[in-house]
């Protein structure tokens, strides 16, 4: 069986939905994952899109913080073309501060959004563009770190929280995140733990991997490659019922890439939908690496990626239209894979 599950959070907003339902529909979905035992519980930064409410994920999981007590919180990710590496450094030494020895810091390289909506975010003149990720990432882990050498233009300038006021705060732990080999070989390279998103990139995620792998060399932080795969997962009664909820997802990802994004539309509306041919494609495709089903046909389809890819943890991904059947989902999946029920920890 998997090593370890996850959750993988966008903050979903559906048809007849208000966001404010979706964030507490997250804080149940995270005290769920962390009663059943699941190892973290990440959101991911968008921008510009109506169905998707995660765009400030440091406020979001200051907010799950406050709702749980044992699992690991995290971005996946913070996409860091889009902010400044200093203001990063300080909202995850806060939650760090918050929430001590459990937040991850996950980081991406693409804006999660289109063009425009990018430059508004860093008033830049031209577009966001991953291009200098390796020296915003370095300056990042600078400000995390405070270890800038003499004579660097940042030497005096502290992320705060952070290492100035003391030895005794921890540090968040940072990931990479990637949909390519790019993230992928620059995560080995570094000795830094890989999250691959096999949920909208399936067929890179194979090669992605054993790039990671095949250029891994043990840091300070790992001694051995880790690896995370990101996949949507739904899980129903009835087969029926699941592909219901899947094609409610996958409706909003075709709107997304036809220029047309949208709150996540109703099962009846997903079902009545007329695709065009090119619509088609991008469902046939979504839908072939999405993992929906019955409970155990589920948990055998989540058994058959990781073998196929070797993941040290998959992470689970839900953005479908109904908010309790998301709840059951993931209880569902706990159940299949006989996972505990635990006692809240310690406040």
């Known amino acids: 069986m998997v090593d370890a599950l996850s959750v993988l959070d966008?903050?979903?907003?559906?048809?007849?939905?208000?966001?404010?339902?979706?964030?507490?529909?997250?804080?149940?979905?995270?005290?769920?994952?962390?009663?059943?035992?699941?190892?973290?519980?990440?959101?991911?930064?968008?921008?510009?899109?109506?169905?998707?409410?995660?765009?400030?994920?440091?406020?979001?999981l200051a907010y799950l913080a406050a709702q749980t007590t044992r699992i690991r919180l995290g971005s996946g990710g913070v996409m860091l073309p889009n902010h400044a590496p200093l203001v990063i450094a300080e909202q995850f030494h806060t939650l760090e501060a918050m929430a001590p020895g459990r937040v991850d810091l996950g980081l991406g390289r693409a804006p999660g959004t289109d063009q425009p909506t990018a430059r508004a975010l860093r008033r830049a003149d031209g577009p966001a563009t991953g291009d200098t990720f390796p020296a915003d990432l370095a300056e990042l882990i600078g400000f995390l770190h405070d270890d800038f050498p003499d004579g660097h233009p940042y030497r005096r300038v502290h992320a705060v929280p952070g290492p100035v006021q003391g030895p005794s705060g921890g540090r968040p732990a940072v990931w990479l995140l990637g949909s390519s080999g790019f993230g992928a070989q620059l995560a080995g390279r570094l000795g830094l733990p890989f999250a691959f998103a096999h949920h909208f990139a399936a067929r890179n995620t194979v090669p992605a991997l054993e790039l990671y792998r095949q250029t891994f060399r043990p840091s300070p932080v790992l001694a051995e490659p880790y690896a995370v795969v990101g996949v949507f997962t739904f899980a129903a009664e009835t087969e029926r019922q699941a592909r219901d909820q899947a094609l409610t997802g996958a409706l909003t990802t075709v709107r997304f890439r036809t220029g047309r994004p949208g709150l996540v539309p109703t099962p009846e509306e997903a079902r009545s939908h007329v695709f065009t041919g090119y619509e088609r494609e991008v469902l046939g495709g979504w839908l072939e690496n999405a993992v929906h089903g019955t409970p155990d046909s589920v948990r055998d389809q989540l058994e058959e990626l990781r073998k196929?890819?070797?993941?040290?943890?998959?992470?689970?991904?839900?953005?479908?239209?109904?908010?309790?059947?998301?709840?059951?989902?993931?209880?569902?999946?706990?159940?299949?894979?006989?996972?505990?029920h635990l006692e809240p920890g310690p406040a």
Do not use: C, F, Q
């Open 10 to 60: 966008l903050v979903a907003v559906g048809e007849g939905h208000t966001t404010r339902e979706a964030l507490r529909t997250s804080a149940r979905l995270a005290r769920l994952a962390e009663a059943r035992g699941l190892r973290r519980y990440w959101v991911a930064e968008h921008h510009s899109m109506p169905g998707i409410a995660s765009s400030s994920p440091a406020v979001i």
């Open 308 to 340: 196929r890819t070797g993941a040290d943890e998959l992470m689970l991904a839900s953005n479908a239209h109904g908010l309790e059947e998301r709840l059951t989902s993931l209880s569902l999946i706990a159940d299949s894979y006989g996972l505990p």
